[in-house]
């Protein structure tokens, strides 16, 4: 009897995360996607402090700037053409109307981002394209365009050799205790054309490989792109754009990473996590009911009881 899809075998695992593992995970909306769920099932996770970042180059500039406890200053802000402030370091969720404003949204997001660098054990990295934005006024990488007109800002493409270089330099002084897991976002660029948009996940797809080849003992690459792409291979399995994935394939990769990534123990309490979850997303019919209460304090028993496991 056939299958009726390409299983993809993944690779041997290089990593070992416990319920006790702390982990960041950083880049497109394919990573928040992915860390939402090791948040929801119990793992203790942190995803994108500053927001969604999509190229390679944004993103090592974020760990830098976190792992030498960089925080932004007013110089790094700028108001744009809707009368809004932005950060050349943040994605939108630092915008605000006043400059105080927009600062302070920034330095939050920017202790929380030091605090989950320094504690991060494994860091899982979801790069979505080659093409980044650079400030043509400080000539700055940007870590988003924020949708201003081209006057701000010039686009530019990165290649292959690029990408390896700056991360098998930057990776190389890493604390020797963390470990980098890379995947590829497979969201569609067609604001690129389709071709475009292959040719960038080849080029970040080449430059993954050339760096864990570099650095086996501190880098993997998790074959998300692929699961997507050829094990799934429908577009059942994407949202309504036909773009992002969908909620129904981002869990499958969430359950493929479990099996390759997560020790027996951390398999278990993610499973018991897993029935919390679904517990507190329950809608009662009568919130005001005996019964409801009943739910609700088991549901308290069950948190506590999983956590001092």
Known sequence: MPLFRTPVVLPPQSVSISPKTSLLFVGSCFAEEVGKRAKTYGLQATSNPTGTLYNPESILLTLQRWQHNAYTSADDLFKGSDELWHSRFHNSLADARTKEECLERCLTADKQGIKAFREAAVILITWGTNRLYVDNETKQVLAN????????????????????????????????????????????????????????????LLAID???????????????????????????????????????????????????????????????????????????????SEAYKHFQEETKRLIETTKND
């Open 210 to 288: 050339e760096i864990c080849n570099a650095l086996p003992k501190r880098c993997a690459y998790f074959p998300a792109y692929e699961i997507v792409l050829d094990e799934l291979r429908d577009y059942r399995f994407y949202a309504q754009d036909m773009l992002h994935v969908s909620p129904v394939a981002a869990d499958y990769v969430w359950e493929q990473f479990q099996s390759w990534a997560l020790t027996p123990e951390a398999l278990s309490y993610s499973a018991k996590w897993k029935k919390i979850a679904q517990r507190l997303q329950h809608v009662p019919r009568d919130a005001q």
């Open 145 to 204: 365009c924020h949708k201003q007109p081209p006057q701000f800002y010039c686009e530019q493409t990165q290649t292959t050799q690029e990408i390896a270089r700056h991360w098998i330099s930057y990776l190389q002084c890493l604390p020797a205790e963390k470990k980098v897991v890379f995947t590829v976002s497979p969201y569609r660029y067609k604001k690129y054309g389709l071709h475009g948009n292959q040719l960038a996940k080849s080029a970040l």
